[in-house]
């Protein structure tokens, strides 16, 4: 399936692990801009926007690189898009639990595989870029997707693929080793 932003209540009817092209608009952002949201306004239209967690490599108004960063340590700014209608997280490794409850019936999050910078940027155009002062990778950069590969990592109805992954990894290793190991801990600086 191929969604378009700005984008509706079709992300409501995605299942985690359902594979999906995304094309239109979207905005990266990482930290700084994160929380320069939350005290400054968002600085586009929020309706129906996706944001990807990415610090892109921009050279001669060119993107030459934009992976995903880590999503999970924005988890604390998931409602706060949610409520203003962004309506997709992108990015890799999973979010928290507080995350997955914020998207319920609002969003999804989707799931770019690390390691692809390089092939990411060639199904993207540069359109612009806000907050230039935070500087290259914390800055909002404008970019135009054309059919971006990703995977519904969280659905809007609590699906979590991460979540269900772990499980399953948790389950197969108490099998194989017994639950035993789960009660040992890394051995601290002083030990």
Wanted: charge should be neutral.
């Amino acid at each position: 399936m191929n969604l378009t932003t700005p984008l509706g209540d079709e992300v409501l009817r995605l299942s985690a692990g359902e594979r999906i092209t995304l094309s239109g608009t979207v905005y990266t952002a990482r930290d700084r801009a994160h929380a320069r949201m939350c005290t400054q306004g968002i600085p586009f239209n929020p309706q129906g926007a996706a944001i990807y967690h990415s610090g892109p490599i921009v050279c001669a108004d060119r993107i030459v690189a934009a992976g995903p960063t880590t999503s999970s340590r924005l988890d604390r700014y998931t409602g706060f898009l949610m409520d203003a209608g962004v309506r997709a997280l992108i990015g890799k490794g999973g979010m928290g639990a507080s995350s997955v409850a914020a998207l319920q019936g609002r969003g999804v999050y989707l799931a770019c595989p690390g390691g692809c910078a390089p092939l990411a940027a060639s199904h993207m155009a540069l359109e612009g870029v806000l907050w230039e002062d935070l500087g290259m990778a914390e800055a909002v950069w404008v970019i135009r997707l054309d059919r971006l590969p990703l995977i519904v990592g969280t659905d809007a109805h609590g699906g979590d693929l991460f979540s269900a992954v772990h499980a399953e990894a948790a389950r197969r290793y108490a099998d194989a080793y017994g639950s035993g190991i789960a009660s040992c801990r890394n051995p601290g600086p002083a030990d």
